[in-house]
């Protein structure tokens, strides 16, 4: 059973960084597409980022240019580095996983304040 475990979240004021971290434990991380999840108070839960197996990346329009994706394949890790936040980014941030079998699973959680 694959298991997801984020970490990184926080509160932070406008304009500052966080990167969130999301160890996965699944043998076949490596040809897993990754995603970021987000959902604020009242809200859908929306993409906001995801990498391929390749290393291909694709961002929601309204973190582009402040947010990015990565993985470590060696960690079993991806990583979301999010930069000039806003308060408008608060939210539970989710990661995702989706494997070429057909496995997906999601992790906890972990809450994101932008505030003052």
């Known amino acids: 059973q694959v298991q997801l475990v984020e970490s990184g979240g926080g509160l932070v004021q406008p304009g500052g960084s966080l990167r969130l971290s999301c160890a996965v434990s699944?043998?076949?991380?490596?040809?897993?597409?990754m995603g970021w999840y987000r959902q604020a108070p009242g809200k859908q839960r929306e993409l906001a980022a995801l990498i391929t197996r390749g290393g291909s990346t694709t961002y929601a329009d309204s973190v582009k240019g402040r947010f990015t994706i990565s993985r470590d394949n060696a960690k079993n890790t991806v990583y979301l580095q999010m930069n000039s936040l806003k308060p408008e980014d608060t939210a539970v941030y989710y990661c995702?996983?989706?494997?070429?079998?057909?496995?997906?699973?999601w992790g906890q959680g972990t809450q994101v304040t932008v505030s003052s």
């Open positions: 699944a043998s076949i991380f490596g040809a897993a597409t």
């Open positions: 995702r996983y989706n494997d070429p079998l057909g496995a997906t699973a």
